[in-house]
């Protein structure tokens, strides 16, 4: 897309703005306003926080999945981009919009169990080919398994992905549990 996206290695406060960014934390602008020194339309996709940090981060076509390490468990949170294309005016190139929203799971759906670790991937070169993404998924009663989610959106419904490799299993886990 046309928008930049700046993961902070240190405490950063940008030129021409009092907003104080602490290291870890991932910016999203668009590229033109980077070029032009210009980082007041800087939005913070993540923000670290004494128990959260960002594990990874994979882009699609439409989205930014950014895996999250909160109070020792993966979680993920999800971002919608949409751009406009910048139009082209008898006085010269006028700049698209983006728009970035955060997706909120339906209330008792998680993408990640308790006691799970994902991994998070995009399966084709070119990111902004499709929405499509590869969970390698790992846990204390899951085997390591890669899965295939048609859709970035389908993490967030509570759809079933599918399954496309897994260790065998290496006992049997019905009927146990884990709490956090």
């Excluded at 602490?22 to 996709?45: C, F, H, K, Q, R």
Aim: aromatic content about 6%.
């Amino acid at each position: 897309g046309s928008d930049a996206m700046v993961t902070l290695r240190s405490d950063w406060t940008p030129p021409g703005t009092t907003k104080a960014y602490v290291a870890g934390t991932l910016l999203a602008l668009p590229m033109s306003d980077v070029m032009d020194n210009n980082w007041a339309s800087a939005l913070p996709l993540f923000e670290p926080t004494a128990s959260k940090s960002l594990q990874s981060m994979t882009t699609t076509k439409d989205y930014v999945v950014l895996s999250v390490l909160e109070d020792v468990r993966t979680t993920l949170s999800v971002w919608k981009h949409e751009s406009r294309p910048p139009t082209y005016t008898a006085s010269g190139r006028v700049a698209g919009e983006s728009k970035w929203s955060l997706l909120e799971p339906p209330p008792g759906v998680d993408a990640v169990a308790v006691g799970e670790d994902v991994v998070v991937t995009n399966p084709n070169r070119d990111a902004a080919s499709s929405n499509s993404l590869f969970l390698w998924r790992d846990g204390y009663l899951t085997p390591d398994t890669l899965e295939l989610v048609p859709d970035v959106a389908d993490l967030l419904s509570g759809s079933t992905n599918l399954p496309l490799k897994a260790n065998p299993a290496k006992y049997d886990s019905e009927g146990l549990t884990v709490d956090q």
